[in-house]
């Protein structure tokens, strides 16, 4: 068992983390208050060549492993958790269900602009009355001659407005009352094609979350990705890639928590001592860095047997369900180190708190983790 970085690894590491102490975390704080989508800093990632960094190279990619995307995520999330979610949802969910499950033909026309930058990745899934419960998808997919037409609503859609199509669930059929569930690639600008951002978030403020209203929305049955009657399969195995993207999230999340928090306790002196001195703090800090270390294992871990072609789904919500717990008391924490301090803007803590929450809601909630790994061991 070897827990060394390849040189590519390393390589990437040096190279992303380099990018987003110059180019990302100056700006976070910035975007937080604004709400600015940082457009500049993915067409920058783009001639990185890291927007398509796991997928072939043939198609534009860089054809790097999943342990190479973790740490990009990871490095991203560190310095900003808005620009963070935007890339791993722009792999994970936009780029990775074309690539495992497109024809040729679709990869060559969907996936190429996905890793050369010319497009955001995004996917649809959750529906206003479909969140845990995906099968309740009530987007329907009428066949009309060579066309699909396709009505419906998604929610909570992230990168909706700066993606030229978007892979999403449909309705195919029904028989016996049971739904036939398809996966479609749906061009953003055809007709009847409405992309709403309007919703008001708790946190990720610079990240684009949007609800997708279609009306009949007419594309030809070649858009059909993967086989028909399959599209929530294929869907939930592209949610075991995404949980190992928001895992490499939290653990830069917490680990940005930590520095900080770690920092301020040295300077910040009280009773004529550094906070450091205080064994309360010390074990804060050492809980901390203990945990964001098994977190970062777990994802790692999860990484690795994707890469393998090893069954990963029991790993993916492993890490993904520690990870995110994990940052949200991480960031809580750092928030108490800081005390009053900690409750202003300018100090970033208490917006790596709001950050974390979402964490342990996208792409499966905790509780739909835990129903995961319970059957995954037997348990159900």
């Given at each position: ?246 895992g490499a999230m939290a653990v830069g999340i917490a680990q940005a928590a930590y520095e900080k928090s770690l920092r301020y306790a040295k300077e910040r002196r009280q009773f004529g001592r550094s906070l450091t001195h205080f064994q309360a703090i010390q074990f804060k800090l050492a809980d901390m860095a203990m945990k964001i270390e098994l977190a970062r294992n777990m994802v790692y871990k999860a990484a690795w047997f994707k890469d393998k072609g090893k ?70």
């Open positions: 068992m070897d827990f060394d970085l390849t040189t590519e690894q390393r390589i990437i590491k040096k190279t992303i983390k380099d990018f987003a102490e110059e180019e990302v975390a100056k700006g976070a704080l910035e975007r937080d208050r604004t709400k600015k989508f940082p457009i500049e800093i993915f067409r920058k990632l783009a001639d990185l060549g890291m927007m398509g960094l796991p997928f072939p190279e043939e198609y534009g990619g860089g054809g790097a492993d999943t342990i190479s995307f973790a740490i990009v995520v990871e490095e991203l999330s560190k310095a900003c958790a808005s620009t963070g979610i935007t890339y791993s949802a722009h792999i994970s969910l936009g780029g990775a269900p074309i690539n495992q499950f497109g024809t040729e033909e679709q990869k060559r026309k969907y996936l190429v602009p996905l890793c050369t930058g010319e497009s955001l990745g995004a996917f649809g899934l959750t529906e206003p009355n479909a969140g845990s419960d995906a099968g309740g998808t009530e987007t329907k997919a009428i066949e009309d001659g060579d066309d699909f037409v396709i009505n419906g609503e998604k929610s909570f859609i992230t990168n909706g407005s700066y993606a030229k199509f978007i892979p999403l669930t449909a309705v195919t059929n029904r028989k016996d009352g049971k739904k036939e569930i398809s996966a479609i690639i749906v061009p953003t600008d055809a007709e009847g094609f409405h992309v709403k951002d309007h919703y008001e978030k708790m946190g990720l403020h610079a990240s684009n979350t949007t609800e997708l209203v279609l009306e009949n929305v007419r594309v030809p049955k070649e858009n059909l990705l993967g086989k028909r009657g399959e599209g929530l399969k294929q869907f939930l195995q592209t949610l075991d890639g995404g949980r190992i993207g928001i069954p990963f789904t029991k790993e993916a919500s492993m890490c993904k369900l520690f990870a995110t717990e994990m940052c949200s008391e991480v960031t809580s924490q750092a928030v108490q180190i800081h005390g009053g301090n900690g409750y202003m803007k300018d100090f970033h803590v208490e917006r790596y708190m709001r950050d974390a929450k979402l964490l342990e809601i996208g792409e499966g909630t905790s509780e739909i983790q835990r129903m995961v790994i319970a059957r995954e061991i037997g348990a159900r």
